[in-house]
């Protein structure tokens, strides 16, 4: 009778621990409201992009086409085709170095509006 009364404990204390873990892990970190933040009352002229940690994920979020940046040219790209460019950026030590530049400027000429743990930018070239 002692035995299986410590093994109910102890099996009792394992899942209140592993549930309250599982609380405390954060899943959503913002990037569907972010998304959603990005494109609301944005038109056809309106160049979409995202950067920083997991950048190609936002696309699931995203009704129209989302530009994940690999080089000045894709930059160059939307500045010339879009009136106005909104970017979603996830920060993390292991982005993309060209991701953190353009975060970096984004950060100094754009509005910004944090969501959960992403940035959404708002730039008017």
């Not at 950067?51 to 994920?57: C, P, S, T």
């Not at 953190?100 to 000429?109: D, M, Q, S």
Request: charged share 20%; with cysteine.
């Amino acid at each position: 009778y002692g035995v299986y009364t410590i093994c109910v404990s102890l099996l009792l204390w394992i899942g209140a621990t592993w549930i309250s873990e599982i609380q405390s892990l954060n899943t959503d970190p913002g990037y569907r409201e972010a998304v959603r933040t990005m494109t609301h009352d944005a038109d056809s002229t309106v160049g979409l992009c995202a950067i920083g940690v997991g950048a190609e994920l936002f696309q699931f979020y995203a009704d129209r086409q989302i530009t994940v940046p690999g080089s000045d040219a894709d930059i160059e790209g939307l500045l010339s085709d879009s009136s106005e460019i909104r970017c979603v950026y996830s920060p993390g030590r292991w982005e993309a170095s060209f991701h953190t530049k353009i975060a970096e400027f984004l950060f100094e000429n754009a509005q910004s509006q944090q969501v959960g743990e992403v940035f959404v930018f708002r730039y008017t070239p």
